[in-house]
């Protein structure tokens, strides 16, 4: 069984976890964002208990012996869409129009959520990415959606602030390289995430030893990456290029090549840094 990024996890204990990157061969790392609570605000209707959501941007490693059961968003789409309604049933006719067999539903309504609030879409593979970036707009008009508003920055931007130090992080331009949101109404938005295909998957650059702090300045000059997770990119600085690499999610798109940023986090070998807590960043200029 493959976990991959974008599926989730039911643990023994009855608390549900979004899988994180492509690695996970004896463990699977992971995010928890549902656990059982007979007091919670959401009830699923697989399990047919409550559960309250769980804010937290922490990673943790889940053993595979504490896997009861896998949600993938795939096959998930392909056996539920019909059961998508107004808007979530547009906008995924549109992008099926693009990408075909490789949409797909993860969140709250793969896991038997009721949808509250948003339905949460994601892609799979490079040239859709690439192929979808090209038509976004399009897609946003004939629906008759915007890109993010100014509203919603300052609202991803005081909540995602609340973890990450907001003097490292240029979160008001990051959002507006977020080309994949769209904007319903205000308070409503949605973000096409993306994975990739088997052949695709990155080299994992986590594994590479630490060796110091490092903060450096340079320009953007590969960007493809940011849309994935874990977000990658890379800049040139001077005479070097460092590959940069994060698994939070604020940093979707966070960059466009051009961008002149600072990058502060943790030096790696092989000319890696990586972010790997609240007190690292990515400045733009």
């Given at each position: 069984m493959k976990y991959e990024d974008c599926d989730y996890v039911l643990d023994r204990k009855n608390n549900f976890?979004?899988?994180?990157?492509?690695?996970n061969?004896?463990?699977?790392?992971?995010?928890?964002?549902?656990?059982?609570?007979?007091?919670?605000?959401?009830?699923?209707?697989?399990?047919?208990?409550?559960?309250?959501?769980?804010?937290?941007?922490?990673?943790?490693?889940?053993?595979?012996k504490e896997v009861k059961r896998i949600f993938e968003p795939f096959e998930f789409y392909a056996s539920n869409k019909s059961l998508l309604k107004g808007v979530w049933a547009k906008i995924a006719l549109q992008l099926e129009k693009y990408v075909g067999e490789d949409l797909g539903i993860f969140g709250s309504f793969l896991l038997g959520f009721e949808v509250k609030k948003d339905v949460d879409f994601v892609i799979r593979g490079v040239k859709n990415c690439i192929k979808l970036k090209k038509k976004m707009q399009k897609i946003r008009e004939k629906l008759g959606f915007t890109s993010i508003t100014?509203?919603?920055i300052n609202y991803q931007v005081k909540k995602y602030g609340a973890f990450h130090n907001l003097r490292k992080n240029s979160?008001?331009?990051?959002?507006?390289?977020?080309?994949?949101a769209i904007q319903i109404k205000p308070g409503l938005?949605?973000?096409?995430?993306?994975?990739?295909?088997?052949?695709?998957?990155?080299?994992?650059?986590?594994?590479?030893?630490i060796v110091s702090r490092i903060k450096?300045?340079?320009?953007?000059?590969?960007?493809?990456?940011?849309?994935?997770c874990p977000r990658y990119f890379k800049i040139k600085s001077k005479n070097e290029i460092f590959t940069i690499g994060t698994y939070y999610w604020v940093y979707q798109?966070?960059?466009?090549v051009g961008d002149k940023v600072i990058v502060e986090g943790n030096l790696r070998k092989n000319c890696v840094i990586t972010l790997d807590g609240p007190n690292d960043g990515v400045i733009i200029s």
């Open positions: 976890y979004i899988v994180k990157g492509y690695w061969f004896k463990n699977i790392l992971c995010s928890r964002v549902f656990a059982l609570d007979p007091n919670g605000e959401r009830y699923n209707t697989l399990l047919k208990r409550n559960f309250r959501k769980v804010l937290d941007f922490g990673l943790i490693t889940l053993s595979k100014k509203e919603h979160f008001e331009k990051m959002f507006k390289n977020k080309w994949s938005l949605t973000t096409i995430r993306f994975i990739y295909k088997e052949k695709e998957i990155p080299e994992n650059i986590f594994e590479n030893r450096v300045a340079g320009e953007v000059i590969e960007d493809i990456g940011s849309n994935f798109s966070c960059v466009k």
